[in-house]
């Protein structure tokens, strides 16, 4: 009795409300004996109230914050954001509850059947007298709530068409200011630096700070690319940090990052991480880059590159000209050539027909019908004489042969019907 009643006393003694808040001035008005304590008789009974809060004050007094392994069964959401589940293994069972408040640092609310590992106290609801389990973070088997958490949001941006191919823009080609949406302390700022140093001097870099991880670093992020659109003298934007755990690059896939970076009128490089870090920044960005080193090389042209460029430019020019020339000298020589041939096809025609004709009258010559053994008479003035009429006795007349000419008198005259005088 007396180590119970100790007990009690070192119980009400400690930090928290009195076991007996409340109670101690109705014990007195019973008249309860000195040797009794609170609840040991019908006499000294305490309030339901008194109790549960006790136990709450005991359990959540005596048990630290705690990793607890089990599985989700019999997930609820409350209609004010809170999470409602059990947690449980072979043989036992035990109420959670994961308060909205604290669900920025969980990527996705966990499934039923889902091993977890979560972090918590253990505590009693007081007003129901139940023992329930407060999480603050919970851990599934492998990548389980982060997977999960990812792909939802994959989904939700890719039905609105934000990975659609044909919403990249080109970068610019020579920009004269870059703005970096990074932390200022960061790593990646400074290697972006080194690479414009090296390639490009002259260009002007504007950084826009923001922190790259944790719970407030997606806002940040927006903000930070809020300001660059609204100040309007960036050319181009490069938002990235350097590599990270999944925990680290968890930002750059924030649901309201990813949509302010889709939604920018200024062309985006994202590089987030190390090359086998892909995040949902980099697929709505105009061009993912591996690194923020590669980003910087993909923003701007080195200075060799743009002389190789000039050279290439300067021989396509002179190679424009010497074309240009040798095309009116081509079609002249081709004219000139088109010409002989039209000039000679034209004079074999020409021939052809000359010798059509000169066979034709060869055929109708007098000369041809010599060749074939008959004479011509003729008078002495030349006239065909073609008719006996035409001779008189004692005419002289000459004969014209194939081979020359013949003197000759009319002695008689026949006709085909008898001698003619």
């Known amino acids: 009795m007396t180590r119970r009643r100790s007990s009690s006393a070192q119980v009400a003694a400690g930090d928290g409300p009195s076991l ?10 019973l008249d309860a004996p000195a040797e009794s304590y609170p609840g040991e008789t019908p006499r000294s009974a305490i309030a339901v109230s008194t109790l549960t809060q006790t136990a709450k004050d005991v359990l959540e007094g005596a048990f630290v914050p705690l990793w607890v392994r089990g599985e ?11 999470w409602y589940f059990s947690l449980r293994d072979r043989t036992s069972q035990m109420r959670c509850v994961v308060w909205a408040r604290d669900q920025m640092g969980i990527p ?11 972090l918590g106290r253990l505590g009693v609801y007081a007003s129901r007298g139940d023992m329930q389990f407060t999480i603050t973070r919970i851990e599934a088997d492998g990548e389980g709530l982060w997977r999960k958490a990812l792909e939802a949001t994959r989904v939700r941006l890719e039905a609105d068409g934000l990975f659609a191919m044909e919403r990249k823009r080109a970068l610019p080609r020579h920009p004269r200011c870059i ?6 302390s960061g790593a990646a700022l400074h290697d972006v630096i080194a690479v414009l140093r090296r390639r490009a001097p002259g260009i002007e870099l504007i950084v826009s700070h923001a922190a790259v991880q944790g719970d407030g670093a997606p806002l940040q992020l927006c903000a930070a690319l809020d300001r660059v659109i609204r100040w309007g003298g960036a050319e181009l934007v490069i938002l990235g940090r350097g590599g990270g755990s999944r925990e680290d690059l968890w930002a750059f896939n924030d649901e ?12 985006t490089i994202s590089a987030v991480g190390h090359e086998v870090d892909i995040s949902l920044c980099d697929l709505v960005a105009d061009v993912r880059a591996a690194t923020p080193s590669a980003a910087a090389e993909a923003a701007v042209t080195s200075q060799e590159e743009i002389a190789l460029a000039l050279v290439g430019l300067r021989r396509r020019l002179l190679r424009a000209m010497d074309d240009r020339m040798y095309e009116p ?29 000169s066979g034709r009258l060869n055929a109708l010559s007098p000369l041809s019908t010599l060749q074939r053994g008959y004479t011509v008479a003729s008078d002495a003035s030349g006239r ?3 008719s006996i009429a035409e001779f008189a006795p004692q005419q002289p007349f000459t004969l014209r042969l194939r081979d020359g000419t013949v003197s000759a008198i009319a002695r008689e005259i026949h006709s085909l019907a008898g001698p003619h005088a």
């Open 108 to 118: 996705a609310a966990p499934d039923d059947g889902m091993q977890v590992t979560v």
């Open 256 to 267: 309201r990052l990813v949509r302010a970076v889709a939604h920018s009128p200024i062309p």
């Open 179 to 184: 703005a970096m949406v990074t932390s200022a």
């Open 384 to 386: 065909t004489l073609a």
């Open 72 to 82: 989700v069964s019999d997930f609820k959401s409350h209609r004010n954001g809170h």
């Open 20 to 29: 007996f808040e409340g109670g101690w001035s109705d014990l007195h008005a």
């Open 329 to 357: 000298r081509a079609r002249a020589a081709s004219a000139a050539h088109e010409m002989a041939a039209a000039a000679e096809s034209h004079l074999v025609a020409r021939r052809q027909r000359l010798a059509t004709l």
